[in-house]
């Protein structure tokens, strides 16, 4: 928040730097000259490298353990782990599958951005009110609100992507998911609980 503050602060005529390709660079190749704003964004392509490699380890390991708990299709198969490197490499293996297919499919940054940013604030919130339902705590409240707000942020506005007539485009993919999401837990997720067959272990050895 306080980083797109000062952008728009030291912007100056923002209505030309929004019709500028990269707003970001713009701004400060206006404000800082070529010289420290390449050096800048030397350091924001490290920082997504960073966050790129971060997500496919959060994705793979939340892929690994709902299949280690017998949660999705193909469990077995998902839960496996080289026994080299330590690492569920079929549960890796499938969020860079399904990564490379997004990229070739919409090649829209934007579009990838805002659709992946709108669930994982989706399902932080979940997360928050999950924790409420047990014990309702200040800092749950306050990171539910936020969370909900900037899904609506996200949401509300229309979306101009080129090429694609849709508004709304996050908004719809984001019910998609939760969607098709809703129906594998009635029809596969929910039976095998209730079977005892799939589901965090409920007994623990020391």
């Known amino acids: 928040f306080l980083i797109i503050a000062l952008m728009i602060i030291v912007a100056g005529d ?9 707003t970001l660079f713009f701004i400060l190749e206006s404000s800082l000259g070529k010289t420290f704003s390449g050096l800048i964004m030397v350091f924001v392509i490290i920082s997504i ?11 793979s390991r939340l892929l690994f353990s709902m299949s280690r708990d017998n ?7 998902l839960a496996r782990v080289n026994t080299r490197t330590k690492t569920p490499q079929s549960a890796m293996l499938v969020v860079f599958g399904f990564s490379c297919l997004a990229v070739l499919l919409f090649r829209k940054i934007e579009l990838i951005t805002s659709v992946s ?90």
Do not use: D
């Open 49 to 59: 490298l960073a966050c790129a490699v971060a997500s496919m380890a959060t994705a």
């Open 117 to 206: 940013a709108l669930a994982a604030f989706i399902g932080y919130a979940g997360i928050m009110y999950a924790s409420m339902r047990e014990k309702v705590k200040l800092i749950s409240i306050m990171a539910f609100v936020w969370s909900m707000i900037v899904v609506g942020a996200i949401a509300i506005p229309e979306t101009e992507i080129a090429g694609i007539t849709l508004k709304h485009l996050p908004a719809v993919s984001a019910l998609a998911v939760i969607f098709l999401g809703a129906i594998l837990y009635l029809f596969f997720v929910r039976r095998r609980i209730l079977l005892g067959k799939a589901g965090p272990p409920v007994n623990f050895k020391n």
């Open 71 to 77: 949660m999705l299709p193909f469990s077995e198969w």
């Open 14 to 22: 923002i209505n030309a730097a929004q019709k500028e390709p990269n």
